[in-house]
């Protein structure tokens, strides 16, 4: 048995995974009416809150936890020079191979060696064309024009707002070198193929962190943000042992990297890379610096005004694809009741939804109680109330989109005060006042340990 299907022992599959998210409202195909917008996803009432909480669990990570990083959103659109600087107008390209048959087409480097060499289609056997690069970036205009001059990119990635910021971030923020600047938005590339549900996309969201030190203290840098963005996997209740480190090898490298490592992931279609962690050198300032005509060196006031180009440790990461993994790890499939169920066990400040207060039946005022409990909590918590169907029903259904706490009012809350609290992965239950449940709640969020 392959090591990829003995992980996840024929439970999490990608059909089943895209089949829950659309049927539950985590994802939903672009567009989905006239046919669907191929390398293009919408995100649903579900799929919204984890995204958000995602990030959010990220910005945290790296800004509130970290004194010398601070944030910055920066235009999708920049001037056309930038990516002329950057490399990627020259670079930023994918070797990309057609079926005169049956008109497939795919990236070169992405199918066996002998279909290059034998020109033979993988899917039909029929003749491939050359192998000819393709620019990845989309390229359209501004102004009501569309000549040389009104060309402009939809950017391919956040980094480079990072860079050409650099200065105006710390001046601003009154930063001394080390320091980093988060950036959380999206970013678009015109992908060959686009596959395996929400992994690889057209249009996407990036999380990546830029982090200026100096020159030659950058090995170290580096070897300190592979540890904490390790560590912070573990943070998020993930099985790790679906985690490694792949280095990249020579021809692996990009044009900017002196070193770089990708986590990657062991998703049902197999190891694929989650997030990257790269020495860029002094690559990016250096070729701003040369293109614009601008001195974007750091004044190092700590010693004795020495000038110098920053060198850049980046840490990026895909938000979608973070989502999907975060799918992937917390789906499994269990008997309750003798039927077998569906269930997300997201760690509990990831879950869309963070309690569910159910009444045990609609009638005799259980179903206004509840309701004030709900309103109580959702001060604090993403709260979904649901009073349809038999009890047992709803917890199943709460199972299925993750939710880790159900509370349920009862005859026993109108005289006591009392509810029933459940727990989503070991389906236990235990009598508490309504009033110590935010409390409660927060508590049992803060020692989350993933019991399977």
Aim: glycine content about 6%; proline content about 4%; some cysteine.
């Amino acid at each position: 048995m392959p090591e990829e299907e003995s992980v996840y022992n024929g439970k999490a599959t990608m059909e089943k995974i895209s089949s829950l998210a659309k049927r539950k409202g985590f994802v939903f195909q672009s567009s989905e009416i006239y046919g669907g917008q191929n390398g293009a996803w919408d995100y649903g009432p579900l799929g919204v809150e984890l995204k958000n909480k995602i990030a959010a669990a990220w910005w945290k990570e790296m800004t509130r936890l970290n004194d010398n990083i601070v944030g910055l959103d920066a235009a999708i659109l920049m001037h056309p020079r930038v990516w002329e600087a950057s490399g990627h107008v020259e670079n930023f390209t994918d070797p990309l191979v057609d079926c005169k048959k049956c008109k497939a087409r795919f990236r070169a480097d992405q199918i066996p060696p002998e279909n290059i060499e034998k020109k033979t289609c993988p899917e039909c056997g029929g003749e491939l064309t050359e192998t000819r690069n393709f620019n990845l970036m989309f390229k359209t205009s501004i102004g009501p024009v569309e000549d040389s001059s009104s060309v402009i990119y939809l950017r391919p990635e956040t980094a480079q707002g990072i860079y050409v910021n650099y200065k105006n971030v710390a001046q601003s923020a009154r930063l001394k070198i080390p320091f980093g600047i988060a950036q959380i938005g999206k970013a678009f590339r015109n992908e060959i193929v686009t596959k395996n549900f929400i992994f690889r996309t057209c249009e996407f969201e990036q999380m990546e962190m830029q982090f200026f030190v100096k020159p030659g203290s950058d090995e170290e840098w580096f070897d300190e943000w592979k540890k904490r963005r390790w560590a912070y996997y573990n943070k998020l209740g993930v099985k790790m042992e679906n985690f490694r480190w792949h280095k990249h090898g020579p021809d692996e490298l990009a044009h900017y990297a002196k070193d770089a490592y990708d986590i990657e992931y062991l998703f049902p279609m197999g190891w694929k890379e989650l997030e990257g962690v790269h020495n860029r050198s002094d690559y990016d300032i250096s070729r701003h610096a040369e293109y614009s005509k601008k001195d974007l060196q750091y004044i190092d006031q700590d010693d004795g005004n020495k000038k110098y180009t920053p060198f850049i440790i980046e840490t990026s990461a895909g938000l979608t694809r973070n989502l999907l993994m975060i799918l992937c790890d917390a789906y499994d499939e269990d008997e309750a009741n003798g039927e077998t169920r569906a269930v997300l066990r997201f760690h509990p400040a990831l879950a869309p939804i963070t309690a569910a207060v159910l009444p045990l039946v609609k009638k005799d005022g259980l179903a206004e109680i509840a309701q004030g409990i709900a309103a109580e909590l959702k001060e604090d918590f993403n709260v979904d109330y649901d009073q349809s169907g038999a009890i047992g029903r709803r917890y199943r259904r709460q199972d299925e989109i993750g939710t880790p706490f159900c509370v349920t009012a009862d005859y026993e809350t109108k005289e006591n005060g009392s509810v029933t609290l459940r727990f989503r992965d070991s389906m236990e239950q235990t009598r508490i006042h309504k009033n110590a449940l935010a409390e409660r709640l927060r508590k049992e969020i803060k020692e989350y340990k993933r019991i399977k």
